[in-house]
């Protein structure tokens, strides 16, 4: 009995305090839940309750402001260049202009309770919720707007809350009307258009308030999913949602009888796309006229660089970025040379100084992009040719091509004199090595060097590919000479996989290549004593009162990118290449001015590039096909003529200028026999410029009479230490 007692006690105990575990946990989860339901409702009441969280006044004023572009003219007066979005074109439509029927369309379609509910159609919401917790179906044109404003997509129920308590701030706030004519200006319907107006002009050529009932029902159709119901791509599935759905709501809602319900069913509308479309005379005048409006390559690029600078810099979706720049009354101070542009484009558009291609289906093309040296874009054109569209394909800055040899400077020569590997007079062999099986690389005129010794100046005039990929690949290193590439001359579209190898690095065969841009912007290094500048097209973006400044590239101080003394003689030995007898670019130097210049010419002549510089300005020039195709018929490189005549005219009346000079750049004769400095018994001398903290050591093995000397640079007294034929021993190179 008494085990017995005990027994049931303990049981009791055990029941007593799994009842108290149990009851603590239930209490628990209560207490939790009072206390998240009374943040949560706190948080839904004081946001409901409280100020304005979006202002819809603010988002109208903000959608119908014309943003223009302003440039300077050679007086340094400003002057308009462009109206981004004028008063004619824009997309915001005030509800008095929006057809009732287009109204009431998407009111019985997306929301037949809109005029009663308070923003949230809570029997609706409650019955979709229990049915597909997260999906769209069940928001009010209210919550739509609301997440049209926002921008806020993601599935969560977070979101769902928050837009659940902004619509219902929003309504507190604004009417019926004003939130529907919001809604009707901001909805995303299909073909890159957003709100009624801009979609009515896509679909059927029309203004919107000239739409019948069957065409608003059809624009009404397309919201649920723009792609699916997207007339001009699947009219038959549009149709069976207009008349099911949106013609079927409006019947039984009673904003139509059925007269005028059979009548829009048995409308066969007219898509722009149709055959019996006919565009209606004020397009047609404007096709013929030209008045719709052509921008200049200059203006795309600007817009391009909003974009970026306002998704990147401002954390803004695309379609934010795209109503700020066009309808956001901004002022755009732009850093073109007008004059420069209009040489450019008189050039490029007429295709002047382009080889004869007439009666051939493709044309090659070409891009351009100058730029002074402080990073400023003067001019930029990226087609050759009549400019059709806007913001289409600027080649300048958007497609990079390979490079060949206009790498060089960029990959091997310049990073080798600052890590201080050799000086203009180091002697190298001109003969190719064994890579990856084979003796490497070729040189430009096919053969694999003729085994002399050259110096390094004589080699990048020529445009010798043996001597770079030696510098490359036994002496400066791939990664190094990747790493100069990308992080001191800013090349963004070189490929860590594919490019850390000799051929892109030494001879420019890399991935995907470089762009006109990026290649300006790296040579400018060499014209401004070492300092890389971040390209610029505009001083400054603030809104139309000037209260905000959005971007300021006034002060754009640039980066040490490589010494004074590396640039300088990075410049001296790239002059060269117009100056010296074997230079491969002495027929395009620039009359009057020091001319710095890398010819470039890749594999099958697929792509020809120039890039070159006076002391003024620096400019890229690529020539080639789009789809590649090897460049035939024509006689020398297309690029240098290009640069030449542009650069010329630019050039024409400007005051004389010199290249800046570091006080550690000096001016020393060099013996071309050894490549150091003369001695001397040194029998042939050459110039040669250096820093004065990696100069080479005097010669003293030349035993000869000492010749009269020379000042000439480069070139032919290196042919004749050629033929010379001495070789062997002084080659610095494993
Ligand atoms: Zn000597």
């Known amino acids: ?76 007066e400003i002057y308009e260049m462009q109206r981004l979005h004028g008063t004619e074109n824009r997309i915001y439509v005030s509800l008095d202009e929006i057809p009732k029927h287009l109204q009431d369309a998407f009111i019985a379609l997306e929301d037949a309770r809109f005029p009663k509910h308070h923003g949230v159609d809570w029997i609706r919401f409650i019955a979709v919720f229990i049915k597909d917790q997260l999906s769209t179906g069940g928001s009010t044109i209210t919550q739509q707007l609301v997440k049209n404003l926002t921008d806020e997509r993601d599935p969560t129920f977070v979101r769902k809350f928050k837009e659940i308590c902004y619509a219902l701030n929003l309504e507190r706030h604004f009417d019926k009307d004003e939130i529907l004519e919001a809604y009707l200006n901001t909805l995303y319907l299909g073909e890159g258009c957003y709100g009624v107006k801009t979609a009515c002009e896509v679909y059927f050529g029309k203004d919107v308030s000239q739409i019948n009932l069957a065409e608003a029902a059809c624009i009404a159709s397309i919201t649920k999913a723009p792609y699916t119901f997207d007339p001009l791509i699947d009219p038959e599935e549009n149709e069976k949602r207009r008349e099911e759905k949106c013609l079927a709501a409006m019947l039984e809602e009673g904003y139509i009888d059925q007269a005028l319900y059979d009548e829009a069913v048995a409308h066969e509308i007219i898509f722009t796309n149709s055959e019996n479309y006919v565009p209606d005379k004020k397009t047609e005048e404007e096709k013929a006229t030209g008045t719709s409006e052509i921008w200049s390559f200059y203006t795309d690029y600007i817009v391009d660089c909003l974009y970026d600078q306002f998704i990147n810099e401002y954390d803004m979706t695309e379609r934010q970025a795209t109503q700020k720049i066009y309808y956001g009354g901004l002022k755009v101070y732009a850093a073109v040379d007008p004059e420069i542009q209009k040489i450019v484009e008189d050039v490029y558009y007429n295709r002047k100084t382009f080889p004869n291609e007439s009666g051939k289906d493709v044309k090659a093309q070409s891009a351009i992009t100058i730029m002074d040296y402080s990073g400023r874009v003067v001019a930029i054109c990226g087609e050759a040719g009549e400019k059709t569209r806007n913001r289409g394909l600027n080649r300048a800055s958007d497609s990079p091509r390979q490079p060949g040899s206009s790498i060089k400077p960029l990959s091997v020569y310049a990073p080798a004199v600052e890590e201080g590997i050799l000086t203009w007079s180091t002697l190298y062999l001109d003969k190719a090595f064994a890579y990856q099986g084979k003796q490497w690389p070729k040189n430009y005129t096919g053969d694999k060097g003729t085994g002399a010794s050259v110096t390094v100046q004589n080699a990048l005039a020529r445009s010798l590919n043996t001597v770079p990929a030696r510098i490359a690949y036994y002496d400066l290193g791939l990664k190094k000479s990747y790493q100069y590439l990308t992080e001191r001359f800013m090349i963004s579209t070189a490929h860590p996989q594919h490019d850390v190898a000799p051929a892109p690095l030494a001879t420019g065969a890399m991935n995907v290549g470089i762009t006109t841009l990026e290649m300006s912007a790296a040579y400018a290094v060499f014209g401004n004593g070492g300092v890389y500048h971040k390209p610029f097209c505009y001083y400054k973006v603030t809104n139309s009162d000037g209260s905000t400044v959005y971007f300021d590239n006034s002060v754009n101080n640039g980066v040490q990118a490589v010494s004074g003394e590396t640039a300088d003689i990075m410049c001296e030995l790239l002059q060269t290449v117009t100056t010296s007898s074997v230079g491969t670019g002495t027929r395009y130097k620039v009359k009057g001015f020091p001319t710095m210049a890398k010819t470039g010419t890749t594999s099958d002549d697929f792509d020809r590039w120039f890039v070159g510089g006076t002391p003024y300005y620096v400019a890229a020039v690529w020539y080639g096909y789009d789809l590649n195709k090897t460049v035939s018929n024509v006689s020398g490189n297309p690029s240098g003529k290009l640069f030449a005549e542009i650069m010329n005219r630019v050039h024409s009346g400007l005051p004389d200028k010199s290249f800046p000079k570091s006080s550690l750049t000096t001016e020393k004769k060099y013996c071309t026999r050894t490549g150091l400095l003369a001695g001397d018994k040194c029998p042939s001398t050459a110039t040669g410029w250096y820093s004065i903290k990696n100069l080479p050591k005097t010669c003293t093995s030349c035993k000869g009479a000492p010749h009269e000397s020379s000042t000439e640079k480069g070139g032919i007294l290196e042919d004749i230490t050629n033929a010379l034929g001495s070789l062997g021993n002084l080659i610095p190179i494993g």
């Open 1 to 76: 009995m008494k085990g017995n007692s005990s027994k049931a006690k303990k049981k009791n105990n055990l029941n007593i305090s799994k009842k108290t575990v149990i009851i603590s946990v239930l209490a628990f989860f209560v207490l939790t839940g009072i206390i998240v339901c009374g943040y949560v409702f706190a948080y839904m009441y004081s946001v409901v309750s409280g100020d304005m969280v979006i202002d819809l006044n603010d988002y109208k004023a903000n959608q119908s402001q014309t943003s223009i572009i302003y440039a300077y003219d050679e007086k340094g």
